[in-house]
């Protein structure tokens, strides 16, 4: 299982990268693995804006429909139209392809989530 | 949970186990895309043990099945395989299944997995004074080789001419690695191929024997995630989906194993009835027109009243589209009905097209 160190990481298995005040989103390495092939991202609306703990987006594998929570809350001014065409791009490589970009009402909520240690520590647990 | 012969196999390949009808099962291997191609480009190997083998035996066997399942076992060759609902009085559905006959008085019956002891114990519940009915379950294990290349890998390990067995014939006792099993022309996935039956203890054996004669095919093992994406596209029923105890054979389009006009069968009346005064809703296929993938269970409507749900639905890797299989007020199932699937909240517009949505490649 990949984990990428400076990243921020949410029990439900999203990743989120800070550049000051966005954050972008994306599902982790375990999290891609155990839905198996991806075959359809259901992405949110640009302007829309979501709590902590929302469902944001679902990512779809061949087996099940999977939601996917916003790790903070804020505003969606991003969203990677790539994955409607190719939402395989996951599965090949989670860290790179990301899902939404939010900007960011309340920046200290990323407090609460994991850094990549404590999120390796976290899968460990769960499996 | 029970678990296959080979539960301690698919382990060691690395298989992401699930539950699935009281049975601890692969769902897949490497993925179930690339073994949905297996299967349909070149073979795959699924081991379908946890499906259930009841044997009929006895001077009245012919005429207990005949009463137990609409399908007319009358005009059954030896050797001969015959798939067909069974059914309650009131037309719903106890189960599918496939019977094997060896002659008059003797049948093996296969049935699904979570309807084992359903099954068994309505069977015996009907079972005249002379007639036998024994679960061989345990002892069973059973193996599906599919795809076009299934009959070059199994005849490389078997004597017995493969191209003899028609489709939906069966031959036994024939030999592969030294043990003796049981093998059709049948199967679960559109494609041609063998559904081999052999004692359990010797299921590993008789495994990694196809695997080795299938590696220069590229034959993998495939899992229960392939495997319904491939009964799906061939529009093929699973129990517990497109049939239940409240869906009859015949709202499920399954008229063609229905044989009202042969004698006495448990469920005659009620069928007669349904098809006399019509179905009020039917099993269809649909192809979704807006982005989204239908799920077992979602509901679909017309204007915003609802005219039925999804039995089972995914994303097709033959077709690259969204399909599914729907139970639907038969008002609106004519091929080319516009309806909506509800998925999340939103109404996603969908086609009635025709099944199965994937032709069948078999060997007749």
Redesign the interface.
């Known amino acids: 299982m990949k984990v990428i160190n400076g990243l921020k990481y949410s029990k439900d298995h999203e990743w989120v990268k800070v550049e000051g005040n966005r954050a972008i989103i994306g599902i982790t390495d375990y999290a891609q693995d155990s839905l ?2 991806i ?2 991202v ?1 992405l949110p609306e640009v302007g829309r804006t979501v709590k902590a703990g929302d469902a944001v987006a ?1 990512v ?6 999977s939601d996917v929570y916003s790790p903070v809350s804020g505003t969606v001014v991003e969203v990677n139209t790539n994955l ?1 065409a190719s939402p395989e791009l996951i599965n090949q490589d989670p860290y790179e392809n990301w899902i939404l970009v939010l900007e960011m009402s309340d920046p200290g909520e990323l407090d609460s989530l994991m850094d990549a240690e404590g999120y390796e520590r976290f899968c460990e647990e769960e499996a | 949970m029970k678990k296959t012969p080979l539960y301690e196999k698919h382990v060691s390949l690395g298989a992401k186990m699930i539950e699935f009808g009281g049975w601890m099962m692969p769902l897949q291997y490497t993925g179930i895309l690339q073994e949905h191609e297996a299967v349909r480009q070149r073979a795959g190997l699924f081991d379908v043990s946890h499906m259930g083998e009841v044997m009929i035996k006895g001077r009245g066997a012919t005429e207990f099945i005949q009463q137990l399942i609409t399908n007319d076992i009358s005009g059954m060759c030896e050797f001969q395989v015959l798939y067909s609902p069974m059914c309650y009085p009131d037309g719903g559905t106890v189960d599918d299944l496939l019977v094997y006959k060896f002659d008059a008085e003797r049948y093996l019956l296969v049935v699904n997995a979570a309807n084992i002891e359903k099954d068994v114990e309505w069977i015996e519940s009907h079972k005249p004074h002379d007639v036998e009915v024994e679960d061989l379950s345990e002892q069973y294990a059973q193996l599906a080789l599919q795809g076009p290349k299934s009959q070059e890998v199994l005849q490389r390990i078997v004597d017995a001419p493969l191209d003899k067995i028609k489709f939906f014939r069966f031959v036994d006792g024939v030999s592969i690695a030294g043990v003796s099993a049981l093998i059709s022309r049948t199967g679960y996935t559109g494609e041609d191929g063998f559904e081999i039956y052999i004692p359990a203890d010797s299921a590993c054996k008789v495994w990694n024997t196809i695997v080795d004669a299938g590696a220069e095919f590229h034959v993998m093992p495939a899992g229960l995630g392939a495997r319904d994406m491939l009964r799906l596209e061939a529009a093929l029923p699973l129990y517990g989906h497109e049939l239940s105890a409240d869906i009859s054979p015949l709202e499920a389009g399954l008229d063609r194993f229905v044989k009202l006009d042969k004698p006495d069968f448990i469920g005659q009346e009620a069928l007669i009835e349904q098809k006399g005064s019509g179905i009020s809703r039917k099993l269809v296929g649909l192809e979704m027109r807006d982005k989204g993938i239908p799920r077992q269970g979602y509901e679909v409507q017309v204007e915003g009243r609802s005219i039925g749900y999804i039995t089972s639905g995914g994303f097709s890797p033959t077709l690259k589209k969204n399909i599914a299989l729907a139970l639907i007020d038969v008002l609106y199932a004519a091929q080319g009905s516009q309806v909506d699937v509800i998925v999340r909240n939103k109404a996603l517009k969908a086609e009635v097209v025709k099944i199965p949505f994937y032709a069948k490649q078999y060997k007749k």
């Open positions: 198996g092939d075959v359809f259901d679902v779809e594998s061949v087996k099940a429909a409607e």
